[in-house]
């Protein structure tokens, strides 16, 4: 069975960091390419990072271009979402996700971020 | 990188058809054939419905169907079933190596 386990969301105070982890299992992990998406209430997906299969490519979104960084570990089959200098727009539930052409063919069930005061 | 826009909602009666447009622009809709389609239920992990603007993953009813025209692509649902009411969201890839998503729209099956 496929599987993707986030962790690491929780609440975080303006201009603190957290460190999202996501688990896989079920599938060549190190075949697929790596994506963090978020979703803030009642709004819809936001694309927010990817990463090769082989952590060579990283890309990002504007929004959180020079505050977040995404890695993977492909001997543990977990991808890690650092986020830094953290903002009330970052508040979501974030989303890793497995790409392989293309197309995402898994998602876990989400991690919850919020970030105030 | 801005997003696709979708309508914020759409209805459907049981049995009838409904269709969800999804408009970019040549640098992202229009620039290839890399669209794809995601219902999510709320509490649940989004589950992809439709890839590559029009090809089916295995197990995804032939009730669900997509296309493309420009910078627009669609999604139709024929048949509506209760168990259609959700949110889909319209994906694509973008300039690279970037993706961008629609807003969403919520199905509401009356």
């Known amino acids: 069975e496929v599987q993707l386990v986030e962790s690491g969301g929780g609440l975080v105070q303006p201009g603190g960091s957290l460190r999202l982890s996501c688990a896989a299992s079920g599938f060549s992990f190190n075949w697929y390419v790596m994506h963090w998406i978020r979703q803030a209430p009642g709004k819809g997906l936001v694309w927010v990072s990817r990463?090769?299969?082989?952590?060579?490519?990283?890309s990002y979104a504007d929004s959180v271009k020079g505050r977040f960084t995404i890695s993977r570990d492909n001997a543990k089959n977990t991808v890690y979402l650092q986020m830094n200098n953290l903002e009330a727009a970052d508040t979501a539930t974030y989303y890793c996700?497995?790409?392989?052409?293309?197309?995402?063919?898994?998602w876990g069930q989400g991690t919850l971020v919020a970030v105030s005061s | 990188q801005s997003t696709l826009t979708q309508p914020a909602s759409v209805s459907g009666s049981l049995g009838q058809s409904i269709t969800i447009s999804c408009t970019g622009s040549s640098s992202d809709v229009g620039r290839g054939n890399f669209v794809s389609w995601y219902q999510h239920h709320p509490g649940k992990a989004p589950k992809l419905i439709i890839y590559d603007v029009s090809q089916r993953p295995s197990g995804i009813s032939d009730r669900f169907s997509g296309s493309k025209s420009g910078n627009t692509a669609s999604l139709t649902i024929s048949g509506l079933q209760a168990d259609d009411e959700a949110d889909y969201h319209c994906?694509?890839?973008?300039?690279?190596?970037?993706?961008?998503f629609g807003g969403g729209t919520k199905l509401a099956v009356i």
């Open positions: 996700a497995a790409d392989v052409s293309y197309k995402i063919d898994y």
């Open positions: 994906c694509s890839y973008a300039e690279f190596p970037t993706w961008v």
């Open positions: 990463i090769s299969h082989d952590a060579t490519t990283t």
